[in-house]
């Protein structure tokens, strides 16, 4: 069964350090997002991407956030300058149209 | 701005039913119901499109009610591997791709 993967699935940071974090979608879907969840909280919207352009994004996504499809197969959230409170499980999803949509196991991103 | 889900949490002993309701104050163009497990991805359970459908999936089934703005997720004879949390993601519009989750309701089967 196509799924989405994430890498890595953990990744430690220093503050203020850039981090990338990939995501290969399936590959027939057309519509990329991003999304992060809090320890225990809920699953927040960052940002969606269709076209090779943000479609669109969260008062989250400010501009330390950043997205590319660099080649026909991965999709990367780069975050500049990362802060203690970027601390999170980063989730990858795509979809085709505006049904259902497939999450990646997600990155969990430690900021110390 | 994020659907408010009822209740929080809730036990259930296996076999029993158990509804969750997910309501917006705004107009929506669809809902996405997902369960996810702890340290898991959330997984899709049903998208509900049109005011008042209904759709199953398995034992589990969903309901949309366009007009109040809510959707109710029904569990019934509930299994041991329906522990987890439900989130509905409401979807605002046609042309918009952001899904916004409400903040889980927390479901255990326990036997």
């Known amino acids: 069964e196509p799924e989405v993967t994430q890498t890595p699935s953990h990744q430690v940071t220093q503050m203020g350090q850039e981090v990338i974090l990939r995501c290969v979608p399936i590959s027939n879907h057309l519509y990329f997002y991003w999304y992060r969840q809090i320890l225990g909280q809920k699953v927040e919207f960052l940002v969606s991407f269709y076209n090779n352009e943000i479609s669109e994004k969260s008062e989250i996504f400010d501009d330390q956030f950043s997205v590319e499809r660099p080649d026909g197969s991965n999709f990367t959230l780069k975050i500049r300058s990362t802060k203690l409170e970027d601390s999170a499980m980063y989730f990858c999803?795509?979809?085709?149209?505006?049904?259902?949509?497939?999450f990646g196991q997600g990155t969990r991103l430690t900021v110390v | 701005q994020q659907p408010v889900q009822s209740p929080q949490a809730v036990i259930l002993r296996e076999g029993e039913d158990a509804v969750i309701n997910c309501s917006s104050s705004?107009?929506?163009?669809?809902v996405h119901w997902y369960r996810q497990k702890h340290g898991e991805a959330p997984v899709f359970l049903m998208i509900l499109l049109k005011g008042g459908e209904q759709k199953g999936h398995e034992k589990i089934s969903a309901s949309f009610n366009e007009k109040k703005q809510q959707s109710s997720l029904y569990l019934t004879a509930s299994q041991l591997s329906y522990s987890g949390t439900y989130f509905c993601g409401t979807q605002a519009g046609a042309g918009s791709y952001q899904l916004t989750f409400g903040k889980g309701t927390k479901l255990s089967v326990i036997p």
């Open positions: 999803a795509s979809n085709q149209l505006l049904g259902e949509a497939f």
């Open positions: 705004k107009a929506l163009y669809s």
